[in-house]
C-alpha cells in the first residue's frame, strides 16, 4: 500500500493506556498537572521476589480488557466484541497492545481500506516475563494444568497476531526489540517505512512490558531500580536529574501512534499531529548496563542533522531521564554538550509520572511530547529539587507555557542503544 516514491511521515493518531491515564485527554490534563501515577502495590509478596510485597510503581493492577471496551468502545458493539473474542486470554502484553493501538487506530480515523495493507511493528522483547514465570510455577507443581496456549502466549510475536486481528492491519509486520530504546527504534523503523513508500500507513504498538519477580529483584539488588519498599511517598522516589536521585521506579503501560505519508493523510483529510522531521541511532560499541555521554551525544547530533535542524532551534527534549545515579549523569553531559548552557526549559523527563516503562518508555514519551505540542506547554520536573548541573536546562517543577514548535525525544537502553527523534509541529 504505497504511494510511491520517498516522502515526509506524519502522525495522525495516538493511543494511551496507563494508570495515570488512558484516554488522551486525560493523560493531557495529568501532564500538566504534574501528577504521578506511582502508587505503592497492592500485590502480595511473590516467591523468590523482594522481601515484602513487590516494589511500588505506576503498574495496570486495575486493568480489565472488558471494562477497557465497554468505556472506550460504547459506539462500536462489534470491536468490542472482537477485542475481547480475540484478546481475553492473550498476556497482559497483547492484551494493553490491542486497546492501544485501537485508539490510535480511531484518534486517526482510518478506515478499513487503508488498514488493510498498513504495516504493524511492535515494539520490544521478551515482554510477557511475568506471564511466563507463572506458567513455569504452574507447571511445577500441576503440569497437567498448563493450557495448550502457552505455546503461543508466551511469543512476543503473539502481540502482532492480536494487533493485526484486531484493528485489520495486514500488511507487513514484525516485533522490533532494543530494550529502553524499543519504541523509539520502532517509531524510526516505521518512519522509514513510510519514508522510503513501502507502506503509506504503519501501525506502531508498543506494549507494556510486564516484568516478573526474578527481573525486578535484578534490576533493585544491581542498583538501578529505586528501593522504594517502605517509602512513605514512592511517587516523589523518581528524581530524574536531582542530586539525591536512587534509581527508576517501574512502570507498566501501552502506546500506540499511527504514522502516514504526507500524501496519504491529504488525501483523506487527516489531520497531522506532528512531522517525523529526523532521527538518529547510534551504539557504544560494548556490552553492558554501563551509559555512555559520547554515544548519547552521537545519536542526538544525528537526529538533528537528520532533521536539518540546528540545536538552538529545538523548543523542548522529552529526556530519556530515569532517576539513576549513573544514567542521569552521562545523559546531562550529552545534553549539555549538544544543546549547551544558558537555555531555559527546555529538557524534562515524564519518568516521574509514568514511572520507568522500559521497552514502551520510548513511545509512551513520544505520545506526550504530541500533547505538549499540540497543547503548548512543557510539563514539570516535579520532584527535581537539586538539579545535579545548575546549566542544565530544565523545566521547572511546574508546567512552562509556551509554543513548542520543534521537539527531540530521546531514549537509552542497556547494551548501549542510543536513539533520538525530531519532530515538527
Known amino acids: 500500500m504505497s504511494d510511491g516514491g520517498p516522502t515526509e511521515a506524519v502522525v495522525t493518531g495516538a493511543g494511551v493506556l496507563h494508570a495515570l491515564a488512558d484516554d488522551l485527554a486525560g493523560f493531557a490534563a495529568a501532564l500538566r498537572a504534574g501528577r504521578s501515577a506511582v502508587r505503592p502495590s497492592s500485590e502480595p509478596a511473590e516467591p523468590g521476589g523482594p522481601d515484602g510485597p513487590p516494589p511500588a510503581g505506576a503498574r495496570l493492577d486495575g486493568f480489565s480488557l472488558p471494562d477497557w471496551a465497554a468505556r472506550r468502545l460504547p459506539d462500536d458493539p462489534g470491536t468490542a466484541a472482537r477485542l475481547r ?5 492473550a498476556a497482559l502484553p497483547a492484551r494493553t497492545a490491542a486497546c492501544a493501538a485501537l485508539a490510535a487506530v480511531r484518534d486517526a480515523g482510518l478506515r478499513a481500506s487503508d488498514l488493510d495493507g498498513a504495516a504493524l511493528i511492535v515494539a520490544g522483547n521478551n515482554l510477557a516475563l511475568d506471564h511466563q514465570a507463572q506458567m513455569a510455577r504452574t507447571f511445577t507443581t500441576r503440569p497437567g494444568r498448563l493450557r495448550p496456549s502457552y505455546a503461543l502466549t ?13 484493528t485489520g492491519v495486514r500488511g507487513e509486520g514484525w516485533t522490533t526489540g532494543a530494550a529502553s530504546a524499543s519504541g523509539t527504534v520502532a517509531l524510526i523503523l516505521g518512519s522509514r517505512l513510510v519514508r522510503s513508500g513501502d507502506a503509506s500507513v504503519c501501525l506502531v504498538v508498543a506494549p507494556a512490558c510486564d516484568l516478573s519477580a526474578a527481573e525486578l529483584r535484578a ?4 542498583g ?11 511517587w516523589r522516589l523518581c528524581r530524574p536529574f536531582d542530586r539525591r ?8 503501560g501501552a502506546a500506540a501512534v499511527v504514522l502516514e505519508s504526507a500524501h496519504h493523510a491529504g488525501r483523506r483529510g487527516a489531520r497531522a499531529l506532528a512531522r517525523v522531521a529526523g532521527h538518529g541511532q547510534r551504539l557504544d560499541g560494548r556490552r553492558g548496563t554501563a551509559p555512555d555521554a559520547l554515544g548519547q551525544a552521537a545519536a542526538l547530533r544525528a537526529a538533528l542533522a537528520h532533521a ?6 529545538v523548543d523542548y527534549v522529552n529526556a530519556h531521564g530515569t532517576g539513576s545515579v549513573a544514567g542521569d549523569e552521562a545523559e546531562a553531559r550529552a545534553l549539555l554538550d549538544v544543546f549547551g548552557p544558558g537555555r531555559r526549559e527546555l529538557v524534562n523527563s515524564t519518568k516521574p509520572l509514568l514511572g520507568h516503562c522500559l521497552t514502551s518508555a520510548g513511545l509512551l514519551e513520544l505520545v506526550a511530547t504530541l500533547i505538549q505540542m499540540r497543547e503548548g506547554f512543557r510539563h514539570g520536573n516535579p520532584h527535581t529539587e537539586q538539579p545535579l548541573a545548575q546549566e ?17 525525544c530521546h531514549s537509552v537502553a542497556f547494551s548501549g542503544i542510543n536513539a533520538s527523534v525530531v519532530l515538527r509541529r
Open 219 to 222: 534490576f533493585r539488588d544491581s
Open 392 to 408: 542544565l536546562p530544565l523545566v521547572g517543577r511546574s508546567a512552562a507555557p509556551g509554543p513548542v514548535r520543534v521537539a527531540l
Open 85 to 89: 473474542a480475540v484478546a481475553g486470554r
Open 224 to 234: 538501578a531500580m529505586a528501593d522504594t519498599d517502605g517509602a512513605a511517598e514512592p
Open 308 to 313: 536539518g535542524v540546528g540545536p538552538e532551534e
Open 154 to 166: 508466551h511469543m512476543d510475536t503473539d502481540v502482532v497476531g492480536v494487533v493485526s486481528e484486531v
Open 245 to 252: 536521585r536512587k534509581g527508576f521506579v517501574y512502570g507498566q
